[in-house]
């Protein structure tokens, strides 16, 4: 069970370079600072959804799943796209789907960036 404290997290916009899916996770570590743990559970959570992914573990771990722990703080940030959410306050573009939605960490909208990408964190 995670405790969410949303003061101290950061929505973080990941591009999986190999299938290009974008999903979005919160987290109060930048993802290049996570333990091997937390990293691992991010990329296997994708990982169900992106063969590619499954593959590129295998590759860097040799083929060994035990390894995977190892490498996959590398399949995280070497192999993948990481934007942190820059959100600039405009109270002329309202907040939407297009902002919950977002694909990129760039934001400009009525929210300032409190909301964006949010529609995209993986459950
Ligand atoms: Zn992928
Ligand atoms: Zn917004």
Redesign the pocket.
Known sequence: MVIKNAAAETRYMIR??????TFAIESAVAPWQMSNAAALAVVER??A??P??TKRLEFRAHGRVERFIDVARDVLTADWKIETVNGRYNPAIKCGARCLNAKHGDCECSCGGAHHGEGMVAA
């Open positions: 999986c370079c190999y299938c290009k899916q994708h990982a959804v992106c590619t992914t």
